[in-house]
């Protein structure tokens, strides 16, 4: 293809009309042999491009196909947890969420209703804490109350894309595991609602993290029911969804605890 | 006289097709995740079609779905784009693609003869300026799409690339009209490469073109 084609010059000699002939001709040939040489290199590429592009979609539809690990294909579920491992590792309680001054609060959401019910009873509510040093632990709201009380303005993110800006008051959740700490060391916390409508799962890490907070306040008025009442996590290194409303029992565990949304697909992890 | 000259490497041409899928496959997931809260405009227009035209596009409700594939993806996007980059740089291939001091004024000139408001196209090498600030320009989005979707995705951990962004809204935004850009792109790339012919096209996937030489 990158040989010099053979022109025989033109001279002016008696021959001249013959010679411009042969020289068409071999113009000729040459360019019927490089359009061959494009067409088969069009041939082999085409069909290595198609080769692949079919291998590809293959290799696609085999991975959306495989079975669901809790609510994905399990290739993806697998990616999902690979990626948690990464940021787990990468993650450090010094870094924090930035702090607002109270100008910048925006209206909260409700987006959420698992787990809390107006009919709840707010006197009725007690704080379990399972997996303590010599047994579970039942608080009441004075006994969180009583511990030193902590305000953040923070951003709110839920999953969805959406987020607002709030101002949260209650206790550090780690005031409260060193007060209560697990009988040995775990690396997950479990958080549910009373009655289990509602529960997401924890790594300490996060747990321990000092924005967060077991919330009794938002916006400097005590929970409504409908944003958790009368105690809810704050938890702005997570998405909006870890942010659990109403919590009746905090479980250590070594075992990677259950969360009602990693079980319907998503991420289990959700650090931000 | 013709002959067959070459004109993309392997490698380019490898990198740019595997691109293609991804870049597809990310886009697509990204709706299934703008979905969830599509709030753009466009103009005043709300960038959300009607729920029964994501319904009726099997993309409405899939929020997990989406981010499960966007963060599986992710890596082969990144890492795609990461060693053309690379390969640009180290081969030497970079200076046929990244604008020079005549880059600029060549634009218009090829802009202008595109939209048939000049006769003649100026003389090109193997991009003209037009394409060398594209094909620039696409690298720079990409990168900008990488930092955003890391800012969005870990805003606290990554707190200062999120602060350059103006914030997990502001990578929000930016994410997603570097978005609106690739389709723009994508739009006006197709269109050129329809406009060129059949030679121009083949040569991203045999690597040569047939030209037509002086017989010396």
Request: charged residues 20%.
């Amino acid at each position: 293809m990158t040989d010099e084609p053979v022109v025989p010059e033109v001279v002016e000699t008696v021959d001249g009309e013959a010679l411009a002939a042969a020289r068409a001709a071999a113009i000729a040939e040459n360019d019927r042999n490089e359009a061959a040489a494009l067409r088969r290199a069009t041939r082999r590429s085409f069909l290595t491009m198609g080769v692949t592009a079919a291998v590809g979609a293959g290799a696609w539809a085999l991975l959306r196909s495989r079975a669901p690990l809790q609510g994905l294909p399990a290739p993806f579920r697998r990616a999902l947890d690979a990626n948690d491992k990464l940021a787990m590792a990468y993650f450090s309680p010094t870094r924090l969420n930035r702090e607002y001054p109270p100008a910048k609060i925006t209206r909260p959401r409700v987006n959420g209703g698992l787990g809390i019910s107006a009919n709840n009873d707010p006197a009725a509510w007690r704080l379990t804490i399972q997996g303590v040093a010599g047994g579970a632990r039942v608080l009441t709201l004075d006994e969180i109350k009583a511990f030193p009380r902590r305000t953040m303005i923070t951003e709110f993110r839920c999953i969805e894309g959406w987020s607002t800006i709030n101002q949260w008051t209650g206790t550090r959740l780690s005031d409260v595991v060193h007060a209560f700490p697990p009988d040995h060391p775990t690396r997950y916390v479990a958080m549910e609602t009373p009655d289990r409508g509602y529960y997401v799962g924890l790594d300490m890490d996060s747990v321990l993290h000092p924005q967060t907070l077991l919330a009794y306040e938002l916006n400097g008025a005590p929970l409504t029911w409908q944003h958790g009442a009368p105690l809810r996590l704050a938890i702005p290194v997570k998405y909006g969804v870890k942010n659990i409303k109403r919590v009746g029992v905090i479980r250590y565990t070594d075992v990677r605890p259950a969360d009602f949304w990693a079980e319907q697909g998503y991420d289990w992890y959700l650090g931000l | 006289m013709k002959r067959l000259e070459r004109k993309h490497r392997l490698a380019i041409r490898w990198f740019h097709w595997i691109n293609f899928p991804l870049l597809a496959l990310m886009i697509w997931s990204g709706a299934l995740i703008y979905w969830a809260n599509a709030v753009y405009r466009f103009l005043g227009i709300p960038l959300n079609p009607p729920q029964k035209v994501w319904q009726k596009l099997h993309m409405a409700y899939r929020l997990a779905d989406g981010m499960s594939i966007h963060f599986f993806v992710m890596w082969f996007f990144a890492i795609n784009g990461v060693l053309y980059v690379l390969y640009t740089l180290l081969s030497g291939e970079w200076r046929e693609l990244v604008p020079n001091r005549r880059s600029f004024i060549e634009a218009i000139q090829v802009t202008l003869h595109d939209l048939h408001l000049r006769k003649t196209a100026p003389p090109q090498r193997k991009y003209n300026g037009a394409q060398r600030i594209s094909y620039t320009a696409i690298i720079i989005m990409g990168f900008g799409s990488l930092v955003s979707g890391m800012a969005i995705y870990k805003p606290v951990q990554l707190s200062w690339l999120a602060t350059m962004m103006g914030g997990y809204q502001g990578a929000r935004f930016v994410h997603f009209w570097l978005t609106v850009g690739y389709v723009a792109f994508f739009a006006v790339h197709i269109a050129q490469v329809v406009r060129t012919g059949w030679n121009n096209f083949q040569a991203m996937v045999t690597g040569y073109e047939l030209h037509e030489v002086p017989n010396d």
